[in-house]
């Protein structure tokens, strides 16, 4: 069983960058694919970005952030970081971080005028 931990969401400005952070522990953790979808509210879950396991410079994006974002894991493969640049209102959601069939608990960017 793996346990993820989201942090890195606030209060952010259009135009701005935040980074987001997940970090796995557990026997496993480390070793699968590490994902990060997000949900707005009334809107289903979207696929924002991951990154693979062995493989760490092996990444994919969804279309929403493509060209503006970046996924990365540190060395150990424990911890995954996604960058998001030049916010929009439409990056405001519940951001989630996923390995394996294991889900964080979320950590919510809102947008601010």
């Known amino acids: 069983q793996v346990q993820l931990v989201e942090s890195g969401g606030g209060s952010v400005q259009a135009g701005s960058s935040l980074t987001l952070t997940c970090t796995a522990s557990?026997?496993?953790?480390?070793?699968?694919?590490m994902a990060w979808y997000r949900q707005a509210p009334g809107k289903e879950r979207e696929f924002v970005a991951a990154v693979q396991g062995r493989r760490r410079n092996v990444t994919e994006y969804g279309d929403s952030v493509k060209g503006r974002s970046t996924i990365s894991r540190d060395n150990t493969g424990k911890t995954a970081y996604l960058q998001i640049n030049s916010l929009k209102a439409d990056d405001a959601a519940i951001y989630y971080c996923?390995?394996?069939?294991?889900w964080g608990q979320g950590t919510q960017v809102t947008g601010s005028s």
């Open positions: 557990g026997w496993t953790a480390g070793s699968y694919t």
């Open positions: 996923g390995e394996n069939t294991c």
